[in-house]
């Protein structure tokens, strides 16, 4: 039983890990890169923010060490202990920190700063993972609908109170666990078409957003005239959109002016670059004049002199857009790619649903953050501060994702000693 | 499990989805739009002029007159300063807390103020404080100084030709073509001006990057884009520096000019202007105050007299009107006038001073005899040849033309004057065309009336005379960067219309006029100079002293014309500062220092000279 539980380096999944220590290594040089100054040229000074993310990557290593070598019922064990821990955490960071950026986020521990949000997320997802693994838990039953509800909103709510917008939209993300263990499609289809048609409004005039709805149900309706239902459904989707659009038209009318015009920045059909607009425009200088090649290491002047605004942390995209040019940039675009791939495939290959849950928890969660991040710095989206996964400058984010990382791979590791459908 | 498979695959297409779309944006930013690089570039690429140094001016032997010196200027840039010691810094620099908090606000309110760039805190530190301030720089983090170099005149002499360089003007820098930049220098007047192009070099660009704040942080690709400033040229002046320095002295105190020109070249020797001013005066953090109390000051010390003021020149024309007489065949050596203490014809009346008479050329030039040379006038408008008085009017316009008069010659310096040379257009004007005659305009031939001469057309008719019948353009540049000057107009000889057979005889006269006429007093022993006096009277006040000559006789070395305003007769002024000019420049000692000393004691202008010391600075030189 014991050999059974101890780490078996066989079971690893070598290629989830090599990429987490390209982009943890790549992350590590492009801080570097992003925040470069001749007086301090050694990447080791820890008196630099690189130097500094090296440390951070060496205490990653170390927990990710002794994540590998605990015994993997630990986490199942103790991830309601974590869940509140972090909650107790969360809420306390309200009252014992100064404002940094309009956000109570930050302890301050001599010259560190934690942030208790961003533990929050795997203890989220393990909590989750052991809530919804239960032998009868179904997503049919309104109980359970309303624990599950609790267990995301509840950290989201408490860090929202932070003043951290983005940290608490990640918790959206669990909609996609939620879609693989039972939640019907279409309310993720709707979901996504919701978001999608909301910043559509907001973008293109209403009226013609309207024709090309109607449209486009047209089309269906001719598609699907073999079924009255199909086209009653055609029919409702189509009054829900149109009046979704006239409801953020009221809204956005509403609004002060200077809100208008930041929503309009933020969708970019107003150019405002001394202000709101600001960060998004010297973002998309700094990757548009990477080129198909880039710049090369440490030539990339927009990101080195500092046009870009947070470029260590939440523009870190921008210094490999602008060194690395398009094919810098493909390369990590694929391979985050190719890790939510790889992650799905570890998820459904665990034997419990604990295991499987968790897995997906951690693939949701990478992927918001890709998606929000690289769709800010290339201009797709609005500006909301969360960090790219391994890359942003940080110890809190840098640790949590390996945790979040290290114990889906110990879970994985041990599958096969794993009675399939056990739930410990 | 159906189902599980499928929505794995709903995942699976949402992450390639979006993977795509990040894929296709990218693409459109860094490869099709190419407007992000020109974004970047106005970002982080700063041009920065290099300025080249400027031309230094020497005089003819080799002399320096010009040089660029360091300035000190200090600057602050705010956002770099630390614990400043405002009560040590301000001892340093001489002022007092309220000056530096005053200062400070100026700087914050001026336009483009930003924390991070440098501004100047104070312009052209005197170098006292700049040795005390290099001393303690570092305890004054934020401050630096910065050097920058600006014109120097090595002697205070020579203003007018020298002139100075002063900041662009609007209109300057649109003139240029977009050539200049605001806050460039450029060559206001005197050779600064004219030579502008060759002084000022060529400005070199360096491209730097900046970063957000504007913050110099090294050179663009190693400055492979960058282009070397290329320092302007070295002119060497036809101005013989000790020359000039004399003259000015001798000519103290006294409102007049004087030019001297080496006739076989038409290179300027001297070119003197008084009152005069220091050139320094118009550099340095002074400069627009001491350019406003030039501005007003009633003596016009900024009027550059030798080249732009015209003078009637009085009796110096009638050599002038000698040669024309001889080549028009109304006048040889034998021809005698009388003269009855003057000339009259019906109710003209033309006044001469007492001297033997009737007289035939040479002792009429010699006495300056007003009768012989109204009658000589008389016969050459009056000559047979031509169907009319206008047409011969116009005939003798064209010889006292020839000799330079009435139009500007084209000298290397910015302000000449034309003259004036009355045209036949001008007494139609006044009298109806036809209804005049000689007697109208009998004063033209003793150099009164509507003639204008300045200073440099007069120098320029006695190297006509020293050279027996041409000119060569007077200039005052006599080589760049060690190039002797070749251009055509400035070796050129311009004869005039008179041959040079006739100039033997007035040559002759001259030599009388110094030796045995009304010159005695320029007479040299070992120095045959030849030379005619002056007294040109004007309306403005006392007749202005005249007096223009060439020596040696033979192969003349140096002519010289030399006016001095509101002074009397030619020669009681003019002609000993002429004469002794002559004797420096050819001998380079001075035998008569008794009428040295008279002349650089004499003052002209200031009512009460012994009381009046103060007043001299301007005008007093150096050395």
Redesign the interface.
């Given at each position: 039983m014991k050999q059974e539980s101890q780490l078996q380096s066989q079971h690893i999944d070598w290629l989830t890990l090599l990429i987490y220590f390209l982009f943890v290594l790549a992350g590590w040089i492009n801080i570097y890169a992003a925040v470069y100054e001749?007086d301090h040229a050694s990447i080791f000074d820890i008196s630099q923010s690189y130097g500094k993310q090296l440390i951070w990557i060496g205490i990653s290593a170390f927990i990710a060490l002794m994540i590998m070598l605990v015994d993997d019922k630990f986490f199942y064990a103790f991830s309601y202990g974590l869940y509140g821990l972090m909650i107790v955490l969360n809420i306390a960071v309200l009252f014992f920190s100064k404002e940094v950026k309009g956000a109570h986020a930050w302890f301050e521990i001599g010259s560190f700063r934690l942030q208790p949000a961003e533990f929050a997320k795997f203890a989220t997802a393990l909590t989750l993972a052991r809530y919804m693994s239960h032998f009868d838990f179904s997503l049919k039953d309104k109980k359970h609908w309303w624990y599950v509800a609790a267990i995301i909103m509840l950290p989201m709510a408490v860090i929202l109170a932070q003043n951290d917008t983005g940290s608490a939209l990640v918790y959206c993300s669990f909609i996609?666990v939620l879609?693989?263990e039972g939640l019907p499609?279409w309310i993720?289809f709707i979901g996504l078409a919701l978001g999608i048609i909301s910043v559509l409004a907001l973008v293109v005039p209403s009226n013609v957003l309207i024709y090309i709805l109607i449209g486009l149900a047209l089309l269906a309706v001719f598609l699907l005239r073999t079924s009255k239902q199909g086209m009653l459904l055609v029919a409702a989707v189509l009054i829900t959109c149109i009046g979704l659009i006239k409801g953020i038209d009221y809204l956005f009318y509403k609004l002060q002016p200077h809100q208008q015009q930041r929503v309009n920045v933020l969708l970019g059909k107003e150019v405002d670059l001394k202000g709101a607009g600001y960060n998004v425009h010297?973002s998309?200088?700094?990757?548009?004049?990477?080129?198909?090649l880039g710049k090369g290491f440490l030539e990339g002047?927009?990101t080195?002199?500092?046009?870009v605004p947070e470029q260590s942390t939440d523009f870190i995209f921008c210094t490999v857009?602008e060194e690395y040019?398009?094919v810098g940039?493909?390369v990590l675009?694929?391979m985050?790619?190719v890790l939510?791939?790889r992650l799905?495939v570890i998820a459904?290959r665990q034997r419990n649903r604990f295991n499987r849950i968790y897995g997906y928890c951690v693939?949701s969660i990478l992927?918001f953050h890709?998606?929000i991040n690289?769709?800010m710095t290339?201009?797709?989206l609005p500006v909301i501060g969360i960090p790219l996964p391994f890359f942003s400058y940080g110890g809190s984010s840098l640790i949590s994702f390996t945790v979040l990382l290290f114990i889906l791979l110990r879970l994985d590791a041990s599958r096969v000693y794993q009675l399939r459908g056990s739930i410990y | 499990m159906i189902d599980?498979a499928s929505?794995?695959v709903?995942?699976?297409i949402i992450?390639?989805t979006?993977?795509l779309?990040?894929?296709l944006?990218?693409?459109w930013?860094?490869?099709v739009?190419e407007?992000?690089?020109q974004?970047?570039?106005n970002?982080?690429l700063n041009e920065v002029v290099v300025y080249p140094a400027r031309g230094l001016v020497y005089d003819r032997n080799g002399q320096l007159l010009i040089y660029n010196d360091a300035i000190y200027d200090l600057m602050v840039v705010p956002e770099r300063l630390k614990d400043l010691d405002t009560n040590s810094f301000c001892d340093v620099l001489g002022i007092t807390k309220e000056e530096f908090i005053r200062r400070f606000t100026k700087i914050k309110n001026s336009k483009g103020y930003s924390r991070y760039r440098a501004s100047v805190f104070e312009k052209q530190l005197t170098i006292p404080v700049y040795a005390a301030f290099q001393e303690k720089l570092f305890d004054f983090p934020g401050f630096y100084v910065e050097t920058r170099t600006d014109r120097k005149y090595v002697y205070n002499n020579a203003a007018h030709v020298m002139g100075y360089i002063g900041e662009v003007t609007d209109k300057i820098i649109e003139q240029s073509n977009g050539y200049y930049r605001m806050g460039d220098y450029y060559g206001v007047s005197g050779i600064e001006r004219s030579y502008e192009d060759v002084l000022r070099g060529t400005r070199g660009i360096k491209y730097v990057?900046?970063?957000?704040?504007n913050r110099t942080?090294?050179r663009y690709k190693d400055g492979l884009f960058d282009t070397a400033s290329v320092a302007g040229l070295n002119i060497t002046t036809t101005l013989d520096h000790q020359l000039q320095e004399y003259g000015e002295k001798l000519i103290q105190n006294k409102r007049g000019s004087v030019v001297a020109i080496e006739p076989s070249t038409g290179e300027i020797l001297a070119l003197i202007s008084n009152p005069t001013y220091d050139p320094n005066l118009f550099i340095g953090r002074e400069r627009g105050n001491n350019y406003m109390r030039l501005l007003r000051d009633p003596q016009k010390p900024l009027f550059n007299r030798p080249i732009a003021a015209p003078y009637p020149p009085g009796s110096i024309f009638k050599i002038i009107m000698a040669l024309i007489g001889q080549k028009e065949g109304v006048l040889n050596e034998n021809t005698s006038y009388y003269c009855g203490g003057g000339y009259r014809m019906g109710s003209i009346k033309v006044g001469c001073h007492p001297h033997s008479s009737p007289l035939p050329l040479r002792p009429g030039i010699a006495v300056s005899c007003n009768a012989y040379f109204c009658n000589v006038y008389r016969s050459v408008i009056d000559n047979k040849r031509y169907p009319n008085s206008e047409a011969a009017y116009r005939k003798w316009r064209e010889h006292v033309m020839s000799f330079g008069l009435g139009q500007r010659m084209g000298i290397d310096l910015p302000g000449e004057g034309m003259g004036n040379v009355p045209s036949p257009e001008y007494y139609d004007k006044i009298y109806g065309r036809y209804h005049w005659k000689s007697s109208t305009t009998i004063s033209l031939g003793i150099g009164q009336g509507e003639l204008g001469i300045t200073p440099l057309q007069m120098a320029n008719v006695t190297a006509i005379l020293a050279n027996r019948g041409y000119y060569i353009t007077p200039h005052i540049v006599k080589a760049i960067e060690g190039t002797k000057l070749n251009r055509p107009e400035y070796t050129k000889r311009h004869y005039t219309t008179v041959d040079t057979g006739y100039y033997g005889i007035i040559v002759d006269a001259m030599q009388d006029v110094v030796e045995r006429g009304t010159a005695r007093v320029a007479m040299m022993k070992d120095i045959i100079v030849c030379g005619k006096t002056g007294t040109a009277q004007n309306p403005h006040g006392k007749d202005h002293s005249v007096f223009f000559a060439f020596a040696p006789r033979d192969n003349p070395k140096i002519a010289i014309a030399v006016v001095v305003e509101n002074a009397g007769f030619g020669a009681t002024w003019a002609a000993p500062i002429a004469s002794l000019m002559i004797e420096k420049y050819l001998t380079d000692t001075i035998t008569r220092a008794w009428l040295e000393e008279r002349m650089v004691k004499a003052d002209l202008i200031h009512p009460k000279p012994v009381t009046d010391e103060a007043g001299k600075s301007a005008a007093k030189p150096a050395h």
């Open positions: 001749a996609f879609y693989r499609g993720l010297q998309k200088i700094a990757i548009g004049s990477g080129g198909l002047t927009q080195k002199f500092n046009f857009g040019g398009f940039s493909s675009i694929i985050f790619i939510f791939v799905i459904e693939a992927f890709f998606t690289i769709g290339i201009g797709l | 599980a929505k794995r709903t995942l699976y992450f390639v979006i993977g779309i990040f894929l944006r990218l693409f930013l860094q490869v739009d407007t992000y690089v974004f970047a570039r970002n982080v990057l900046v970063d957000v704040h942080q090294g």
